[in-house]
């Protein structure tokens, strides 16, 4: 209760003085100018996960790498704000003695009254001062941590993306983040204003009367032994908290991009009775924290609110007995003060530090995964890439002992078109995805010219191989940006044209309001199945690679408008070693060979004309599909 009113007073105090001494700040910015005004980009290349340790405080500490000067210096001026505040008391007992309880004062009292001033001030100008260093070293470290965090998501191999769910990465680069900001700004600087205060105080107290200032520090031991018990229980509850928070994360951001699926499912009322549940199970542990806090505050409060009694008592009784000067005891008042407010503080720290430390740990876990080691591999061709591509004995599995690829075996020549054939989960993508090293397979060998592709790098490889994907991707920016994102030149309006007429889009891109300029997704156009195809077959020719992945890139298509992409990709196959995967016999028939898989394995290869003569999966497949279709043919003959 004490505590709180005094802590209320002196906060607004300390947010007054900023705006109350803010033209004496010239000269003291001049004076730190150098401090504040380092320049904040050069510490941004940072390489964090060979920088950060496990062990927490370390790891935090590191993190401020850069920015320790400002740090120290924000709290060397808290320093220096709490001693002017200790003189302050000083002087008011002083003066009491000297001028108010005798006249025995030899300074004139103007001089009294100016020092007075001075003093706040001072404390004034310190205190801005670290607030201000302690933002721009919490602002800066974490502005670069965020950086960093993105950097490396960027780098982290396809199976850790494929394992984590995107909400518990955002609510990680989010909000842990910003329990590591409140952590840099206000209980780093915190912990160590609230020492400096009450070492400063208690020396000053010390200097008043030593017995006095014991008394005064009765209850240190018991409130720094219930804060870190509270420490321990209110870590468990933050982390509990801060797990719940991902899976809420999550469930929004499944939610939005499945919206389609679920409007059309009519899945609302399930939908929002699980993100209810799981908002519910945050309400929860969030009352939780909450109670384990509210418990904490009266605790320490009826703590400090006894000891200041006990010392007031004391000192009171003391004074009166003569041991002590009035003048004396009226410091000791405000100075006991300056003792029990950092104490009640330290423990608030210590308690509130728990999140701070629960999330560096849920960071640093993200931090330490390895990166995909995106240049390993250091062979590169002089003359290009020729394109052949041997498969021997090649297998595959995502998790150990789950053969996804059996012992796949055929090569494919420069230049020549590979079809896969095969149902749904036969493995088709999977094998393609080895060829960018998406993946590494298990055992065999695959061979680009000659070289086995572990020799190549990623980086060179995904440069050489275009990749038209099976759901393929459009960012929200414009449609001229995403058939140019592949390219790291600038383009002519003819070539992204050119692009776009080859993979028939052009025309339809015309029929936009803002033609290339139209906008993608939510604030723009939403396009079909066919056109996000089509403008992905545009990104992958502006590309201009060497070998050529198709997954599926016709199958959102019309027969009219796949006729003509594939005119559009034969031209685009041409000196291109292309797989092409697709489930129309039609699309796949003038391949140079044919795989068919079947749960992993190749059951069949060669060219159409003689796999269509062999008994097998093909044959049953070609046979099924000419059928229907001139059941169709024959249906719309007859309708018209
Ligand atoms: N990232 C992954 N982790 C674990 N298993 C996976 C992963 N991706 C695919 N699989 C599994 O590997 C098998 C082959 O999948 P793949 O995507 O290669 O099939 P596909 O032939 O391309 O099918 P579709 O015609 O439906 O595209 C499936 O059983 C699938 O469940
Ligand atoms: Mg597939």
């Given at each position: 209760m004490f505590g709180s009113i005094y802590s209320i007073y002196t906060e607004q105090q300390i947010s007054a003085f900023p705006i109350r001494y803010n033209q004496t700040l010239s000269l003291s910015e001049n004076l730190f100018g150098a401090l504040l005004k380092r320049n904040t980009q050069t510490h941004s290349e940072l390489d964090l996960k060979h920088l950060l340790s496990e062990k927490r405080i370390k790891g935090l500490?590191?993190?401020?790498?850069?920015?320790?000067?400002?740090?120290?210096?924000?709290?060397?001026?808290?320093?220096?704000?709490?001693?002017?505040?200790?003189?302050?008391?000083?002087?008011?007992?002083?003066?009491?003695?000297?001028?108010?309880?005798?006249?025995?004062?030899?300074?004139?009292?103007?001089?009294?009254?100016?020092?007075?001033?001075?003093?706040?001030?001072?404390?004034?100008?310190?205190?801005?001062?670290?607030?201000?260093?302690?933002?721009?070293?919490?602002?800066?470290?974490?502005?670069?941590?965020?950086?960093?965090?993105?950097?490396?998501?960027?780098?982290?191999?396809?199976?850790?993306?494929?394992?984590?769910?995107?909400?518990?990465?955002?609510?990680?680069?989010?909000?842990?983040?910003?329990?590591?900001?409140?952590?840099?700004?206000?209980?780093?600087?915190?912990?160590?204003?609230?020492?400096?205060?009450?070492?400063?105080?208690?020396?000053?107290?010390?200097?008043?009367?030593?017995?006095?200032?014991?008394?005064?520090?009765?209850?240190?031991?018991?409130?720094?032994?219930?804060?870190?018990?509270?420490?321990?229980?209110?870590?468990?509850?933050?982390?509990?908290?801060?797990?719940?928070?991902?899976?809420?994360?999550?469930?929004?951001?499944?939610?939005l991009s499945g919206v389609r699926v679920v409007k059309a499912f009519a899945r609302q009322p399930y939908e929002i009775d699980k993100f209810?549940?799981?908002?519910?199970?945050?309400?929860?542990?969030?009352?939780?924290?909450?109670?384990?806090?509210?418990?904490?505050?009266?605790?320490?409060?009826?703590?400090?609110?006894?000891?200041?009694?006990?010392?007031?008592?004391?000192?009171?009784?003391?004074?009166?007995?003569?041991?002590?000067?009035?003048?004396?005891?009226?410091?000791?008042?405000?100075?006991?003060?300056?003792?029990?407010?950092?104490?009640?503080?330290?423990?608030?720290?210590?308690?509130?530090?728990?999140?701070?430390?629960?999330?560096?740990?849920?960071?640093?876990?993200?931090?330490?995964?390895?990166?995909?080691?995106?240049?390993?591999?250091?062979?590169?061709?002089?003359?290009?890439?020729?394109?052949?591509?041997?498969?021997?004995?090649v297998s595959f599995e995502y998790e150990k002992n789950d053969r996804v690829l059996h012992n796949i075996s055929f090569k494919a020549d420069a230049g020549k078109v590979i079809a896969l054939l095969g149902s749904t989960g036969s493995g088709k993508t999977t094998l393609v995805n080895l060829l960018p090293r998406f993946y590494e397979y298990t055992s065999g060998e695959i061979l680009?010219?000659?070289?086995?592709?572990?020799?190549?790098?990623?980086?060179?490889?995904?440069?050489?191989?275009?990749?038209?994907?099976?759901?393929?991707?459009?960012?929200?920016?414009?449609?001229?940006?995403?058939?140019?994102?592949?390219?790291?030149?600038?383009?002519?309006?003819?070539?992204?044209?050119q692009a776009a007429k080859k993979a028939a889009i052009h025309d339809v891109i015309l029929t936009f309001p803002d033609g290339y300029n139209t906008l993608v997704g939510e604030r723009g156009v939403t396009l079909s199945g066919g056109q996000k195809q089509r403008i992905a077959i545009a990104r992958t020719l502006l590309k201009d690679p060497c070998i050529l992945i198709l997954d599926d890139s016709t199958s959102s298509v019309d027969t009219e408008t796949e006729g003509q992409i594939r005119s559009a990709l034969e031209s685009l196959m041409k000196d291109r070693t292309t797989f092409i995967i697709a489930h129309r016999i039609q699309s796949i028939m003038t391949a140079d060979l044919i795989l068919v898989l079947e749960d992993g394995h190749v059951t069949q290869k060669g060219r159409h004309t003689d796999l269509v003569k062999k008994a097998g999966i093909y044959q049953q497949i070609y046979n099924m599909q000419t059928r229907v279709e001139t059941e169709l043919d024959e249906e719309l003959s007859n309708a018209g």
């Open positions: 500490w590191r993190l401020m790498r850069g920015y320790h000067l400002e740090y120290t210096a924000a709290i060397t001026a808290q320093g220096f704000s709490a001693l002017a505040k200790a003189a302050t008391y000083m002087l008011l007992s002083f003066f009491v003695d000297n001028y108010l309880v005798t006249s025995i004062g030899t300074y004139p009292i103007w001089m009294i009254s100016i020092s007075f001033i001075l003093l706040a001030g001072l404390q004034g100008i310190f205190t801005y001062l670290s607030g201000r260093l302690a933002a721009k070293t919490s602002e800066n470290t974490v502005r670069r941590l965020r950086n960093y965090l993105f950097d490396h998501i960027q780098h982290l191999p396809f199976s850790y993306h494929s394992e984590t769910d995107t909400g518990e990465l955002i609510s990680r680069c989010t909000s842990d983040v910003d329990s590591l900001r409140r952590f840099f700004n206000d209980q780093a600087i915190g912990i160590g204003r609230i020492s400096l205060l009450f070492i400063v105080n208690f020396i000053a107290l010390i200097q008043l009367n030593t017995k006095l200032a014991l008394i005064s520090v009765i209850a240190v031991p018991f409130i720094l032994g219930i804060s870190i018990y509270f420490f321990r229980k209110v870590s468990k509850a933050y982390e509990a908290y801060q797990e719940q928070d991902a899976v809420l994360s999550t469930t929004l951001q499944e939610n209810e549940k799981n908002n519910w199970e945050k309400f929860l542990r969030g009352k939780k924290l909450l109670t384990i806090h509210s418990l904490y505050w009266p605790i320490s409060e009826v703590l400090c609110g006894l000891q200041m009694l006990v010392g007031f008592l004391v000192g009171a009784l003391m004074a009166i007995n003569g041991k002590i000067t009035v003048g004396d005891y009226l410091a000791y008042a405000g100075l006991v003060i300056w003792i029990i407010f950092p104490l009640r503080g330290l423990g608030r720290f210590i308690v509130q530090m728990s999140n701070g430390l629960v999330s560096y740990d849920r960071v640093y876990k993200i931090i330490n995964e390895n990166r995909e080691p995106i240049d390993e591999g250091k062979y590169k061709p002089a003359d290009g890439v020729k394109g052949e591509i041997i498969f021997d004995h680009l010219d000659g070289f086995d592709l572990r020799c190549y790098s990623r980086r060179f490889l995904r440069q050489e191989i275009g990749i038209v994907e099976q759901e393929p991707f459009l960012f929200s920016r414009s449609i001229k940006e995403n058939i140019t994102y592949g390219v790291n030149r600038e383009m002519t309006r003819e070539e992204i044209e």
